[in-house]
C-alpha cells in the first residue's frame, strides 16, 4: 500500500457544525502533515505530526484541532469554521523529518456556508 | 524572499510539442519533487529527485545540484497533461516543505 487515503472526499458543513476530516496511510512513514489549499494557490502548511508528536503548528486559528490517535492515522477536527475555511484540505506522510517519501493523499474539498 | 521560483507561471502548447518547466532553489535541499494537479482535484507525486535525471513514459525531470535549478520535461504533449505542476522541496535541515507557485499548463488538440 502506498497510498494516503483521505475521507471524504467532499464535505458541506455549516458554521456551528462539528466535523472530523481524516488521513489513513499504512507505509511505515512517521511524520505525517496537514495542508490547506485555496484555488490558484500552492498548498500552506498547517501541522506536522512527527512520531505521533505535534511538532509544527503555523499558527492555526484553534477552530482547526488536530489529532494523531497512532502512527498511520491522523484527524483534524474542525468547529465553528468560517466560510473563508473553505477549501481543499490535503494530507501527506513522509518516511521521516526530513521528507524522504513524501506522498499526498487527494484531499478533501470542504465547503463552509 | 521565495526559496522556490518557477517559470513560467502559465504555458499553452499544442498537441505534440515538447514542454519545459523550470524551476530554481536558493536553499541547500534533501530531494526535490515534481507534482501534478488537475483542476479541483489531489496532488500526485511525479518525482522525487535528489541528483541527475529520471525519466517515467514521456515524462523526464533532471537536477543540477550546483546551480539549485530543475527542469521537467514533457515530450509529445497530449491535452490530458493539462494541469499545474508543482516544484517542492524538503531543506536539508528540518521538516518543511517549500512548494513552488506552479505552472499552469493548458495543452490544445
Known amino acids: 500500500d502506498t497510498e494516503v487515503t483521505q475521507t471524504p472526499k467532499h464535505l458541506v458543513m455549516g458554521m456551528t457544525n462539528k466535523k472530523s476530516l481524516k488521513c489513513e496511510q499504512h507505509?511505515?512513514?512517521?511524520?505525517m502533515y496537514w495542508y490547506k489549499q485555496k484555488a490558484k494557490k500552492p498548498p500552506e502548511l498547517m501541522f506536522v505530526?512527527?512520531?505521533?508528536?505535534?511538532?509544527i503548528n503555523e499558527s492555526v486559528p484553534s477552530r482547526f484541532s488536530p489529532e494523531c490517535p497512532n502512527s498511520s492515522l491522523l484527524n483534524l477536527h474542525l468547529h465553528a469554521l468560517q466560510p473563508e475555511d473553505s477549501a481543499l484540505y490535503l494530507c501527506?506522510?513522509?518516511?521521516?523529518?526530513?521528507?524522504?517519501?513524501?506522498?499526498f493523499g487527494s484531499g478533501t474539498r470542504l465547503t463552509v456556508v | 524572499k521565495n526559496e522556490v521560483e518557477q517559470s513560467p507561471q502559465n504555458l499553452t502548447a499544442q498537441e505534440g510539442e515538447f514542454i519545459t518547466i523550470n524551476c530554481s532553489y536558493s536553499?541547500?535541499?534533501?530531494?526535490l519533487h515534481w507534482l501534478q494537479q488537475h483542476p479541483g482535484g489531489g496532488i500526485v507525486s511525479l518525482f522525487m529527485?535528489?541528483?541527475g535525471k529520471k525519466k517515467h513514459g514521456r515524462l523526464i525531470a533532471t537536477i543540477n545540484i550546483q546551480e539549485k535549478h530543475s527542469s521537467l520535461h514533457i515530450t509529445a504533449s497530449h491535452p490530458r497533461d493539462s494541469a499545474v505542476y508543482i516544484c517542492?522541496?524538503?531543506?536539508?535541515?528540518?521538516?518543511?516543505?517549500?512548494f513552488g507557485t506552479g505552472t499552469s499548463l493548458t495543452v490544445i488538440p
Open positions: 501527506a506522510s513522509s518516511q521521516d523529518h526530513r521528507g524522504n517519501g513524501y506522498t
Open positions: 507505509m511505515g512513514h512517521r511524520a
Open positions: 505530526y512527527s512520531y505521533e508528536k505535534l511538532s
Open positions: 536553499v541547500g535541499i534533501s530531494a
Open positions: 529527485l535528489s541528483s
Open positions: 517542492a522541496f524538503s531543506p536539508n535541515t528540518g521538516n518543511q516543505f517549500y
